[in-house]
């Protein structure tokens, strides 16, 4: 693996995966929301195999918006670990609460993902060789 390991001997890809291992974890123990709970560690698990592929297939160390994903990232399993130890009556009690808490982070997540992507997504050329823009035109007609 070419991504540089931290102080603890862990590379970014390494973090990234236990941080998606912690909330599937969480999600799995959740009495309430579960649901939700779920489909934001399935998004979490898409977005962290996503982000370490484009790592290891460049041989970076990082990505520019990086630390905003790993920012919402820990902020989610942190939110899941203290909605899921909780009692489970104080769970149906905040059930609303928690449940938009953890779409408005499915919702964060998602952006800082976008930002990510768009960085690395090489620019899309919108001029057209001249045969293409004779193809279009034909077309046109």
């Given at each position: 693996m070419s991504s540089s390991r931290s102080?603890?001997?862990?590379?970014?890809?390494?973090?990234?995966?236990?941080?998606?291992?912690?909330?599937?974890?969480?999600?799995?123990?959740?009495r309430v929301n579960t649901d939700l709970a779920l489909s934001l560690s399935r998004d979490v698990d898409k977005f962290v195999t996503a982000i370490s592929t484009e790592l290891e297939a460049g041989g970076m160390q990082s990505l520019p918006g990086l630390d905003a994903f790993q920012s919402v990232l820990s902020e989610t399993r942190r939110t899941l670990e203290s909605f899921h130890s909780r009692t489970y009556v104080t769970q149906v009690m905040y059930k609303t609460r928690d449940g938009e808490k953890i779409q408005s982070l499915a919702g964060r997540l998602r952006g800082t993902f976008d930002?990510?992507?768009?960085?690395?997504?090489?620019?899309?050329?919108?001029?057209?060789?001249?045969?293409?823009?004779?193809?279009?035109?034909?077309?046109?007609?």
């Open positions: 102080a603890s001997g862990q590379t970014i890809v390494d973090v990234l995966f236990g941080a998606a291992l912690s909330i599937r974890q969480s999600a799995d123990k959740m930002a990510v992507m768009v960085s690395v997504q090489p620019a899309v050329s919108v001029s057209l060789t001249v045969d293409d823009q004779l193809h279009c035109q034909g077309r046109a007609l």
